[in-house]
């Protein structure tokens, strides 16, 4: 292990703690940290089986780095604090500040959430898969449950994951809507599907070059909405208008 690089780190972290920031914020203050860290693993390569005084020391250097940056400057240096707090969490979690566990406690959980959303995404996917081929309603329903829940989880716990599309999951939830009043020529299917195409469209933003597809996804949907709910009018008017004129046939020929 470098002990040189260990002394000078616990020197900078004690200068920042002084209040001189630019102990930690230096390129020299960087350097010393990599040496640390390269000097401390074991011909493993396992993190996990590094000395933990020399992970608490780095990850107590992030986190000063972390508090010294300006907002917006701050994010890589948040990431190495919490990686290295996870490691110390693993095995020495009395080690940990509150707030730091508390963080790590609710990105634990995202991931959680995280993995949840994808299993259910991949769940749908197979079920709409298999319901082309069979033609199966069950198959429907399948997807159809597996997408809300998906976005039930999405909306409840939030993620910034990339890995979580949700607009994806809006469409491909549209368009199970779609093929269900396909079936059952109910509205409330069309209603749906409108609605979900519209919170995909929201979910991304207005430069994002998959938003002009999902709007015209949208405008199909309404436009197949409008003629269906035209056409049900006519039909409507015409049943309206031929039932006037049985009553009035049939009051005339009661007057007779």
């Known amino acids: 292990m470098d002990d040189d690089a260990l002394a000078e780190l616990v020197s900078r972290i004690e200068r920042f703690l002084k209040g001189d920031d630019s102990g930690v914020l230096d390129q020299a203050a960087a350097a010393a940290a990599r040496r640390l860290w390269k000097s401390a693993l074991p011909e493993s390569g396992e993190p996990q089986e590094a000395p933990l ?32 707090y996870a490691l110390l969490a693993n095995q020495a979690p009395e080690r940990v500040p509150e707030e730091i566990m508390l963080v790590l406690q609710d990105v634990e959980v995202e991931e959680e959430s995280v993995d949840d959303v994808l299993e259910l995404a991949a769940r749908a996917t197979r079920a709409s898969k298999e ?16 997408l809300e829940e998906s976005i039930d989880i999405f909306s409840v716990q939030g993620s910034s994951s990339p890995e979580v599309d949700q607009a994806g999951l809006l469409t491909n939830l549209a368009a199970v809507y779609i093929t269900r009043f396909d079936h059952s020529g109910d509205t409330v299917h069309l209603d749906a599907a409108v609605d979900a195409s519209r919170q995909a469209a929201a ?18 949907i309404l436009s197949k909405r409008f003629v269906w709910k035209m056409g049900s009018l006519t039909v409507d008017g015409e ?14 020929t009661q007057s007779k």
Do not use: C, W
């Open 53 to 84: 005084d020399v992970v608490e020391v780095l990850a107590f250097f992030h986190f000063s780095r972390y508090r010294a940056l300006p907002e917006g400057e701050d994010e890589a240096a948040l990431q190495d604090t919490l990686s290295f």
């Open 131 to 146: 319901y082309d081929k069979t033609g199966d309603v069950r198959l429907l329903d399948l997807a159809q449950a597996a």
């Open 239 to 252: 049943i309206s208008r031929m039932s006037h004129l049985i009553i009035s046939g049939i009051s005339t």
């Open 203 to 220: 979910a991304l933003s207005p430069e994002s070059s998959r938003r002009p597809l999902i709007l015209s996804n949208l405008a199909a």
